[in-house]
């Protein structure tokens, strides 16, 4: 079944692959990204009657909607929405200015909240549709000098969980995918940002540009093997509301869960001892 698929964030990385996976099995493509010519470059040569490029930056409110109506427009539907655009503020908390935390949030929560009230009327009209957000193993478990970062994937965790909930009775699947380091620009200079500032006490036990750069094309994860898995999670009747990906999500998320886990039952008598004796 050939579906109409709107992604953000599509012009490099996992957006991009995603995009050539879901061409690649006979779908028809909405691709945006803020940098119209970098779109142009990626996907020169797929054709262009189940191609469409927008140029959109996730973080103004005011494009999401004519860029759902553009797409609506060209192709009458959206059955997939793949919110990927996104980026990493890494850095010590007090190292990070807040005009960049609010601009780290602005991207990788409000835009994907922009895009979400943008095109979930599409999709109740259509009483289908399938919102695949793309969160990280960051949003369940904390990285040191990552904490700005990881709260916006917390965020999405809790937004696609309760989503799940509201949109369930109009039969539209929310996924939230997991993935853990994957071999990207996410690391690059010409994405990933660090704390503006540096506080010794933190530098003395080294910068967190030092402990993330030699990471910088050695992670694990495989872009286009996760995009042919989000183009399978799309088709699939009854798909999950989280995936992992990558075999260190899923290692570090289990070994997370059983110290959770233990911490329950260490904690449980003190848990409940809050709760009202009448």
Same mark, same amino acid.
């Given at each position: 079944m050939s579906r109409i698929w709107f992604i953000t964030g599509a012009g490099r990385g996992i957006g991009a692959a995603i995009v050539r996976a879901a061409l690649a099995q006979g779908h028809s493509v909405v691709a945006s990204g803020r940098n119209l010519a970098q779109l142009q470059a990626s996907f020169d040569g797929a054709d262009p009657a189940r191609l469409l490029l927008l140029e959109l930056d996730v973080a103004v409110e005011a494009q999401a909607a004519p860029a759902i109506a553009a797409a609506t427009e060209r192709f009458g539907r959206i059955d997939v929405l793949v919110n990927n655009a996104a980026y990493g503020q890494m850095g010590n908390l007090e190292e990070v200015p807040m005009a960049d935390v609010e601009r780290q949030f602005g991207v990788n929560v409000y835009g994907v909240m922009h895009m979400l009230q943008a095109a979930l009327p599409v999709m109740r009209r259509q009483r289908a549709g399938h919102v695949i957000n793309i969160s990280s193993v960051g949003g369940l478990l904390g990285f040191n000098g990552a904490s700005v970062y990881c709260a916006t994937k917390y965020a999405i965790e809790g937004l696609s969980a309760s989503l799940a909930l509201e949109l369930k009775p109009f039969g539209i699947h929310v996924t939230a995918v997991e993935p853990g380091f994957f071999r990207t620009e996410f690391l690059d200079q010409s994405s990933v940002r660090y704390g503006a500032k540096t506080i010794d006490d933190y530098a003395a036990q080294g910068t967190v540009?030092?402990?993330?750069?030699?990471?910088?094309?050695?992670?694990?994860?495989?872009?286009?093997?996760?995009?042919?898995?989000?183009?399978?999670?799309?088709? @699939?009747? +009854?798909?999950?509301?989280?995936?992992?990906?990558?075999?260190?999500?899923?290692? @570090? +998320?289990?070994?997370?869960?059983?110290?959770?886990?233990?911490?329950?039952?260490?904690?449980?008598?003190?848990?409940?001892? +809050?709760?009202?004796?009448?």
């Open positions: 540009e030092d402990a993330y750069s030699p990471y910088r094309g050695k992670q694990l994860g495989d872009p286009l093997k996760l995009a042919d898995v989000i183009v399978r999670l799309a088709g @699939m009747e +009854t798909p999950p509301a989280q995936l992992l990906a990558g075999s260190d999500a899923v290692a @570090m +998320t289990a070994a997370a869960l059983d110290a959770r886990r233990a911490e329950l039952h260490e904690w449980r008598s003190l848990s409940e001892s +809050t709760d009202h004796v009448a």
